[in-house]
């Protein structure tokens, strides 16, 4: 992890960096060394974020089953504690005191490290999340390269879990992930570079400063869409949940997992998606901004809670709304429409960015154009494509008796 | 013995060991993955070395792209070659002697490398900023990185072609 | 404070283990591994050399970068033709892939 | 502007052909859009050369460009208009310009191409000639030549469009090359007139080494050259002048190229072609340029000789030459049956006149002449040609096996083609020498009142016989051909001909009728008060000492006019009643009637003097004796002296030595290849544990030992 601890650039007004004084003064004061003390310091930052966050699995999965309850008009889980509050709890003490089974001629390490290296890979993103001014696990320059390639890693971990199984279904399922993945990150990245590019940094929270005024959401609507369709398929979730389609590959790579390992997976699922949530409420919705910061950076937080909230909301909403694809429309879709689509908005952003340099209404207007164009442009060739889509099937459609000039037409 | 320096070591070790379990385990599914740790371990070196930018693309490449199409083609192949044949052709003592001669060699001439011993220095960290406007600087590196991109689409598109299915037409 | 010997001798290390794995592994996969192996020794060298020596000179880091489009282009090229003498002669056997042998 | 005009003039027509031959060869309609094109733009660009020389341009116009650098000197290329030249322009674009058009209709341009005609023989009826538009390349480059020759300034150009003429005679003359008469006459022009060239050149080289240069500007209107030339002694001896050497030169080429006797045999043979090149060899191009040349060199062959003094004899040759030839021709013409062989005859007739004017020193009358004569035979010819077109329509209508050609299957064709005989009957009076009205009777009038006013009454009666004779075998031609009653079925059925081939044919007859007022002598009574003579002072300003005109003289006026009427009075009553299958009225003269039907057997002797000899000699000699013994003798020893010593070396050397060693060597690598190749294991691990080691043992030895 980067040796650099929590920015020391902040203004003697942040709670955060009193507070961080306070702990290495007292530290210090108890006779320890001043490198030793970062070190102690960021492992314990650490693992408070990495707890943070796992507990918050908890109430997200009682979230989501009440949403998604109420989606589908029933009542969710109401039973144990205030309003069904503590069911997810109930869930997990069952699970951890399950046995976990390993298949027979299971690969014995690499089944078990599988889901550990999954929830890892989710946490880890957490390192370079600006959660308010002046709070941040590692504010690196390269956070956003840092984000795609440690959320890649769950990747791995799913590789793992369908080789190390034993089971064909499961190596079935961890094919399938692994294609969507790979392939979906194409257009994440892609995505990812136009915020980079209209902030002129990959540091996160550079990239939340420069929303001060403007939300990169309004800046760049089609990026920001992009992003969300295609890191929905880097999570898997509905509607690109073809990973561990029960009907179809009865749990995907998952399915010989039993007890607190099958736990491991499910929770990092929703942190993952939370996570998701988080990372579009930094680059597109302005993260920790808002209105009275400047003087009271911990409402920051708050507003970067609500806002992340917000967009797991939409998340849950799609789940319950879409159906799930087939795997060759996933495919098609990403390399013949959202690929293309994100290439043409990089090249429009990149150029428009390079002509109207200094923010303001100007710049605003511009983008929002831009996008509008493309929108309509890519609205009229989708048509234009129906249209001879229907004219070939009318031509095939027709019967026997064929003209020989027909088929030149 | 400094703190950079237990964890230079200790990184060090796991990743010989890594690289060493790489070349020997007859499991290749396996050897994928300590490659991948191997990898990781060169990437915190590199974060010793202070280029966190390397590390992260070290990472990316590497763990995310390199690794892991390894992995898939070990799967691929995985078939025609059960994990109990021999892993290590008949030549390996002769192989060891070669790798032991070249190891030898560079030791000794780093052993005559005049600054072999001296610190980092202390002006480090060029700006990701430099290197980015290097890389497109037509007096900077606009040529190795225009020919790699060219290099990569050729990549691309060759191997596409190679493990594409034959037709029937073929 | 790490001298620049220790990065120069796991480097050297590592590349010696990476051409063990070239030479004496039977399997091209493994080969390739051995070869991915070797490339990091290299841009370990390279860096260390570029944080000891010239870091006020970015051709280090440049040319890490030049290895790795390399490495991927590598990869990609090779695991390639390897699927496909997979696919046609069911071997990915170095040795048994010898059709222009004598 | 006039200068760049006379620059242009030849370009059109050669240009013409480049398209034809490279591009257009498919397509008929383009081929003659192309060649009629080219040559309208050569008239109108000779037309507006004519009109500036006429309205009083300052003459001679003369441009010049280097062409061929021959050492410190180069040769020129350039142009020289000068009256002479005007004149020639004229008649040369009018009568070739009638010729295209009339190529036209000629070929059946329109018609579909009969299946059954073949490339290199006449259509057989009606059909289109199938090398159509070759037809129309080989006449546009015919055009240019005679273009490039008329228009130019020096000797050498001249000599090379002369050349260019002689090749397309050549190869217009065996148009119809699939028939063996035609091949024949094809050879013969060729030959003959070669031999005529070849004397041409060496008056060329002989005037080039003498006065370094051949333009005309420097030679013949320069006295100096002239008076040098005319004193210095010839090569032949010290009674000859250089200038009569070459002037005698010259004028072989010209008995080549105008068929003077003793050349004039391959000209009636020339008819072999179709007709339109029989005009253009007989009228416009081929046996004028003749003519022009003598005309052209008219200062080097009168070179020291002043009018009035006695003839040189050089002058005399010439003139004894013509007026033979002009007699000769003439007795022969009447002999003939076939319409356009008695043309042929009578053009050498004609051209003996000219030649026999020349030789007097009459340059006027003879360029004259030259214009008159273009001008109504190549009327004649082409009507001849609208006749032999009718007759051959009808031949294939009713199916009589006629020879179309037959003035004695003809007979009556006046009703049936009236376009035709009213322009033939012109063309036939003019050069019979109609009085008054004719222009042949006005150019003639003057040779003969040259002939008698110079005092050379030999030359005198026999110019008056030989005009007595051509209005008779004129008038026999035409009553046989159009008066009295058809002798075939072929002759009633002869349709008129189209109207490409008529509106020449009444162009030519005005042009013959009209042309001759220019030249009406002067002191003729009455008309010469009402016309000037203008011809006579225009070309006589071509020379540098102009000659005089004659004064007026009513003998040579009542001989010419009584001779004409005669010749014409008397082939008509002979000939007015002759019935199918009756012998000629001319049979009666017996013995000599034989020996004119076969031309005085002038191509026997030939064939005994000149070309069995050369048979014989290439036979005997060259082939028997020089080339089977000698040649073949010496190479057959040489191949068996090889065959010996290749065996010795097969044997001895190369099989024992050679090729042991070299077998050697190939089973040598291969064991050694198999024994070897098991090293290759095929495996880069092996080869790369090779190469590292063996790389570590060097370095360790470089690094510690050394």
Same mark, same amino acid.
């Given at each position: 992890?980067?040796?650099?601890?929590?920015?020391?650039?902040?203004?003697?007004?942040?709670?955060?960096?009193?507070?961080?004084?306070?702990?290495?003064?007292?530290?210090?004061?108890?006779?320890?060394?001043?490198?030793?003390?970062?070190?102690?310091?960021?492992? !314990?930052?650490? #693992?408070?974020?990495?707890?943070? &966050?796992?507990?918050? +699995?908890?109430? /997200? $999965?009682?979230?989501?089953?009440?949403?998604?309850?109420?989606?589908?008009?029933?009542?969710?889980?109401?039973?144990?504690?205030?309003?069904?509050?503590?069911?997810?709890?109930?869930?997990?003490?069952?699970?951890?005191?399950?046995?976990?089974?390993?298949?027979?001629?299971?690969?014995?390490?690499?089944?078990?490290?599988?889901?550990?290296?999954? !929830?890892?890979? #989710?946490?880890?993103?957490?390192? &370079?999340?600006?959660? +308010?001014?002046? /709070? $941040?696990?590692?504010?690196?320059?390269?956070?956003?390269?840092y984000i795609i390639a440690i959320g890649a890693i769950g990747t791995l971990g799913i590789i793992m879990a369908g080789l190390s199984s034993n089971n064909k279904y499961a190596l079935l399922g961890a094919f399938r992930t692994v294609a969507q993945m790979l392939s979906y990150t194409v257009p994440l990245i892609l995505a990812l570079l136009i915020p980079v590019m209209l902030a002129g940094s990959m540091g996160m929270s550079t990239i939340v400063e420069a929303q001060g005024s403007v939300w990169f959401i309004f800046l760049a609507p089609l990026a920001a869409l992009i992003f969300f369709i295609s890191s929905m398929a880097e999570v898997g979730r509905a509607p690109f949940d073809l990973t561990e389609a029960e009907s179809e590959i009865v749990a995907g790579y998952h399915i010989e997992y039993s007890g607190m390992a099958f736990g491991m997976f499910f929770v990092g699922e929703f942190i993952h998606a939370y996570t998701i949530s988080a990372l579009f409420t930094v680059i597109f919705l302005g993260g920790w901004q808002g209105p009275g910061v400047e003087s009271f950076p911990l409402i920051g937080f708050f507003y970067f809670i609500l806002k992340t909230s917000v967009m797991y909301?939409?998340?849950?909403?799609?789940?319950?709304?879409?159906?799930?694809?087939?795997?060759?429309?996933?495919?098609?879709?990403?390399?013949?429409?959202?690929?293309?689509?994100?290439?043409?908005?990089?090249?429009?952003?990149?150029?428009?960015?390079?002509?109207?340099?200094?923010?303001?209404?100007?710049?605003?207007?511009?983008?929002?154009?831009?996008?509008?164009?493309?929108?309509?442009?890519?609205?009229?060739?989708?048509?234009?494509?129906?249209?001879?889509?229907?004219?070939?099937?009318?031509?095939?459609?027709?019967?026997?008796?064929?003209?020989?000039?027909?088929?030149?037409? | 013995m400094t703190v950079p320096q237990i964890i230079f070591l200790a990184t060090a070790a796991v990743t010989l060991i890594a690289a060493l379990m790489v070349v020997t385990v007859p499991r290749l599914v396996h050897a994928g993955l300590w490659l991948i740790l191997a990898l990781g371990g060169i990437a915190v070196l590199f974060i010793l070395l202070e280029n966190g930018f390397l590390a992260v693309v070290q990472v990316a490449i590497y763990i995310d792209a390199i690794a892991i199409l390894i992995i898939i083609a070990v799967m691929l192949t995985r078939a025609v070659m059960s994990d109990t044949d021999p892993q290590i052709n008949r030549m390996w003592l002769a192989s060891a002697l070669a790798s032991l001669i070249i190891m030898a060699g560079l030791l000794v001439i780093v052993s005559q490398a005049p600054d072999a011993s001296r610190g980092p220095l202390v002006d480090a960290e060029v700006g990701l900023d430099a290197l980015g406007r290097a890389l497109v600087d037509v007096d900077g590196f606009i040529l190795p990185f225009e020919v790699a991109s060219v290099l990569l689409v050729a990549a691309l598109v060759g191997s596409i072609m190679v493990a594409m299915t034959p037709t029937r037409g073929d | 404070m790490v001298p620049l010997s220790w990065y120069l001798t796991l480097a050297a290390a590592l590349f010696a283990v990476g051409l063990f794995g070239v030479l004496a592994r039977r399997n091209a996969i493994a080969i390739l591994m051995g070869i991915e192996l070797m490339l990091n020794a290299v841009n370990l060298n390279l860096l260390a050399f570029w944080r000891y020596l010239w870091s006020d000179n970015l051709t280090g880091v440049v040319f890490i970068i030049v290895v790795l489009a390399v490495a991927a282009a590598e990869v990609a090229v090779g695991l390639a033709l390897i699927i496909s003498i997979y696919r046609r002669r069911s071997t990915v056997v170095v040795e048994e892939i010898d059709l222009l042998r004598w | 502007m006039i200068e760049t005009i006379s620059w242009l003039i030849p370009l059109p027509p050669v240009l013409a052909f480049g398209l034809i031959v490279l591009f257009a060869y498919r397509s008929n309609r383009i081929s003659h859009i192309l060649g009629i094109g080219g040559m309208l733009i050569a008239w109108a660009l000779a037309m507006s050369t004519f009109l500036y020389a006429v309205s009083g341009g300052e003459l001679p116009v003369s441009t010049e460009i280097d062409w061929l650098p021959t050492g410190d000197t180069a040769l020129k290329i350039g142009t020289w208009i000068d009256p002479l030249t005007a004149?020639?322009?004229?008649?040369?674009?009018?009568?070739?310009?009638?010729?295209?058009?009339?190529?036209?209709?000629?070929?059946?341009?329109?018609?579909?191409?009969?299946?059954?005609?073949?490339?290199?023989?006449?259509?057989?009826?009606?059909?289109?000639?199938?090398?159509?538009?070759?037809?129309?390349?080989?006449?546009?480059?015919?055009?240019?030549?005679?273009?490039?020759?008329?228009?130019?300034?020096?000797?050498?150009?001249?000599?090379?469009?002369?050349?260019?003429?002689?090749?397309?005679?050549?190869?217009?003359?065996?148009?119809?090359?699939?028939?063996?008469?035609?091949?024949?006459?094809?050879?013969?022009?060729?030959?003959?007139?070669?031999?005529?060239?070849?004397?041409?050149?060496?008056?060329?080289?002989?005037?080039?080494?003498?006065?370094?240069?051949?333009?005309?500007?420097?030679?013949?209107?320069?006295?100096?050259?002239?008076?040098?030339?005319?004193?210095?002694?010839?090569?032949?001896?010290?009674?000859?002048?250089?200038?009569?050497?070459?002037?005698?030169?010259?004028?072989?080429?010209?008995?080549?190229?105008?068929?003077?006797?003793?050349?004039?045999?391959?000209?009636?043979?020339?008819?072999?072609?179709?007709?339109?090149?029989?005009?253009?060899?007989?009228?416009?191009?081929?046996?004028?340029?003749?003519?022009?040349?003598?005309?052209?060199?008219?200062?080097?062959?009168?070179?020291?000789?002043?009018?009035?003094?006695?003839?040189?004899?050089?002058?005399?040759?010439?003139?004894?030459?013509?007026?033979?030839?002009?007699?000769?021709?003439?007795?022969?013409?009447?002999?003939?049956?076939?319409?356009?062989?008695?043309?042929?005859?009578?053009?050498?007739?004609?051209?003996?006149?000219?030649?026999?004017?020349?030789?007097?020193?009459?340059?006027?009358?003879?360029?004259?002449?030259?214009?008159?004569?273009?001008?109504?035979?190549?009327?004649?010819?082409?009507?001849?040609?609208?006749?032999?077109?009718?007759?051959?329509?009808?031949?294939?209508?009713?199916?009589?096996?006629?020879?179309?050609?037959?003035?004695?299957?003809?007979?009556?064709?006046?009703?049936?083609?009236?376009?035709?005989?009213?322009?033939?009957?012109?063309?036939?009076?003019?050069?019979?020498?109609?009085?008054?009205?004719?222009?042949?009777?006005?150019?003639?009038?003057?040779?003969?009142?040259?002939?008698?006013?110079?005092?050379?009454?030999?030359?005198?009666?026999?110019?008056?016989?030989?005009?007595?004779?051509?209005?008779?075998?004129?008038?026999?031609?035409?009553?046989?051909?159009?008066?009295?009653?058809?002798?075939?079925?072929?002759?009633?059925?002869?349709?008129?001909?189209?109207?490409?081939?008529?509106?020449?044919?009444?162009?030519?007859?005005?042009?013959?009728?009209?042309?001759?007022?220019?030249?009406?002598?002067?002191?003729?009574?009455?008309?010469?008060?009402?016309?000037?003579?203008?011809?006579?002072?225009?070309?006589?300003?071509?020379?540098?000492?102009?000659?005089?005109?004659?004064?007026?003289?009513?003998?040579?006026?009542?001989?010419?006019?009584?001779?004409?009427?005669?010749?014409?009075?008397?082939?008509y009553l002979m000939y007015r009643r002759l019935e199918v299958g009756a012998p000629d009225p001319l049979a009666r003269l017996g013995r000599v009637y034989v020996w004119i039907q076969n031309k005085y057997y002038f191509d026997e002797l030939y064939d005994l003097l000149f070309v069995r000899p050369a048979y014989w000699f290439a036979e005997t000699i060259v082939y028997r004796g020089i080339d089977r013994r000698l040649i073949d003798g010496f190479l057959h020893w040489v191949a068996g002296l090889t065959g010996i010593l290749g065996g010795f070396l097969r044997n001895k050397i190369d099989i024992p030595i050679i090729n042991r060693s070299g077998d050697f060597i190939g089973e040598g690598i291969k064991t050694a290849g198999r024994e070897g190749r098991v090293i290759q294991t095929g495996r880069i691990q092996t080869y790369l544990i090779v190469g590292i080691l063996f790389a570590g043992a060097l370095l360790s030895y470089i690094f510690f030992l050394l």
């Open positions: 992890m980067p040796t650099s601890a929590i920015s020391f650039d902040s203004r003697m007004s942040d709670p955060f960096t009193t507070i961080d004084q306070f702990i290495k003064g007292l530290l210090i004061g108890l006779g320890l060394d001043a490198a030793v003390t970062d070190i102690v310091l960021n492992i !314990v930052g650490a #693992v408070v974020l990495g707890s943070v &966050v796992g507990a918050v +699995a908890i109430l /997200l $999965i009682w979230a989501e089953r009440k949403l998604l309850a109420r989606i589908q008009d029933r009542i969710g889980p109401n039973r144990v504690g205030p309003y069904g509050l503590l069911q997810t709890v109930a869930d997990a003490l069952k699970l951890i005191t399950k046995e976990v089974l390993i298949p027979k001629g299971a690969d014995r390490y690499v089944f078990i490290m599988a889901p550990m290296v999954v !929830v890892a890979g #989710v946490i880890g993103l957490w390192a &370079v999340m600006p959660l +308010a001014p002046g /709070l $941040i696990g590692s504010d690196i320059n390269v956070g956003l390269l909301f939409v998340v849950i909403w799609v789940r319950g709304t879409f159906p799930r694809i087939r795997i060759d429309q996933m495919n098609a879709f990403n390399w013949k429409f959202i690929t293309p689509l994100a290439l043409v908005v990089f090249m429009v952003t990149a150029i428009l960015d390079k002509l109207v340099i200094e923010a303001g209404f100007n710049r605003t207007a511009v983008h929002l154009a831009a996008n509008a164009l493309i929108v309509l442009g890519t609205f009229f060739l989708l048509r234009a494509h129906a249209a001879s889509l229907r004219r070939r099937l009318e031509v095939t459609d027709r019967p026997q008796v064929q003209q020989p000039e027909a088929a030149s037409d | - | - | 004149v020639t322009l004229f008649f040369v674009a009018w009568t070739m310009l009638a010729i295209f058009v009339y190529s036209v209709g000629y070929h059946n341009f329109g018609k579909a191409l009969d299946p059954k005609d073949r490339a290199g023989l006449p259509p057989h009826a009606g059909g289109v000639e199938p090398m159509y538009s070759r037809f129309f390349a080989f006449i546009s480059l015919f055009a240019f030549g005679m273009f490039a020759l008329v228009v130019t300034d020096n000797l050498l150009v001249l000599f090379v469009g002369w050349e260019i003429m002689g090749l397309c005679s050549y190869l217009l003359i065996g148009f119809w090359y699939g028939k063996d008469s035609a091949k024949a006459a094809m050879v013969k022009a060729f030959i003959t007139t070669r031999v005529g060239d070849v004397f041409m050149l060496l008056g060329l080289v002989y005037l080039y080494s003498l006065t370094g240069t051949l333009a005309y500007s420097e030679i013949l209107f320069n006295p100096e050259t002239l008076e040098r030339l005319a004193t210095t002694p010839s090569v032949l001896g010290p009674g000859t002048s250089a200038a009569a050497l070459i002037a005698l030169l010259f004028f072989i080429g010209t008995i080549g190229k105008s068929a003077q006797w003793p050349l004039h045999t391959w000209l009636p043979d020339a008819m072999e072609g179709p007709t339109p090149v029989s005009a253009m060899i007989h009228a416009a191009a081929m046996v004028s340029a003749g003519i022009y040349l003598i005309l052209r060199i008219f200062p080097l062959i009168t070179a020291g000789w002043h009018h009035g003094e006695a003839l040189p004899d050089i002058m005399v040759f010439i003139a004894f030459i013509g007026a033979f030839t002009a007699l000769l021709a003439a007795t022969l013409a009447v002999g003939q049956n076939d319409i356009k062989r008695v043309l042929a005859y009578s053009t050498i007739s004609q051209l003996g006149y000219m030649v026999a004017a020349v030789g007097l020193g009459a340059f006027v009358a003879a360029a004259f002449h030259l214009v008159t004569h273009a001008f109504f035979k190549a009327l004649l010819f082409l009507g001849s040609g609208s006749v032999i077109h009718g007759v051959e329509h009808g031949a294939h209508e009713t199916g009589d096996p006629i020879d179309p050609n037959d003035m004695t299957q003809m007979g009556g064709l006046r009703k049936k083609m009236p376009l035709t005989f009213w322009t033939f009957l012109i063309g036939g009076l003019t050069l019979s020498g109609f009085p008054i009205v004719t222009a042949g009777f006005w150019s003639k009038d003057e040779i003969l009142a040259e002939a008698f006013g110079t005092g050379h009454v030999a030359v005198f009666i026999v110019l008056a016989l030989a005009a007595l004779i051509t209005a008779f075998y004129a008038m026999r031609q035409i009553t046989l051909t159009f008066l009295g009653r058809p002798r075939s079925k072929a002759a009633e059925h002869a349709p008129e001909s189209t109207w490409t081939m008529t509106v020449p044919l009444v162009v030519l007859a005005i042009f013959s009728v009209t042309i001759g007022w220019a030249g009406i002598p002067k002191g003729f009574p009455v008309l010469s008060t009402l016309v000037p003579n203008w011809v006579h002072g225009f070309v006589n300003a071509t020379l540098l000492e102009p000659t005089e005109a004659l004064e007026f003289s009513p003998i040579p006026l009542l001989v010419s006019v009584s001779v004409a009427l005669g010749g014409l009075l008397i082939g």
